[in-house]
């Protein structure tokens, strides 16, 4: 049974820094697309970076996020994180860790609705 566990939400004022991680079990996501999600307040989730973890290189992210945001795996840990800087208050939200089934690639939308898996997700609120 697959289960992916995120750790590492919490508050912090505008400017700061917070790591993700979400510890996956239960399948081994060394060649799989996984990512990152956020959701607001009556809104769907949506795509914050998702990246192909047979390479630190094969990654994308929003506009929003571009140069703030780093996502990576460690096939080690078989753990995904996604490190904050530069926090605005315009990020609070709840944040999810979702891949896809096998060697699904990451190509296409970049939607909810493309993923398989998921965790409870872990709350990053940003004070201004």
């Known amino acids: 049974q697959v289960q992916l566990v995120e750790h590492g939400g919490g508050s912090v004022q505008a400017g700061g820094s917070l790591r993700l991680s979400c510890k996956a079990s239960g399948y081994t996501f060394n060649s799989s697309c996984m990512a990152w999600f956020r959701q607001f307040p009556g809104k769907e989730r949506e795509g914050v970076a998702r990246i192909y973890t047979d390479s630190q290189y094969n990654v994308y992210y929003v506009d929003s996020v571009k140069d703030r945001f780093t996502i990576s795996y460690d096939s080690h840990e078989n753990t995904l994180y996604l490190q904050m800087n530069g926090l605005k208050a315009e990020d609070t939200a709840m944040y999810y860790c979702?891949?896809?089934?096998?060697?699904?690639?990451?190509?296409?939308?970049?939607?909810?609705?493309?993923?398989?898996?998921w965790g409870e997700g872990t709350q990053v609120t940003v004070s201004p």
């Open positions: 979702a891949a896809k089934d096998g060697k699904r690639l990451c190509a296409g939308p970049f939607g909810q609705r493309a993923y398989d898996y």
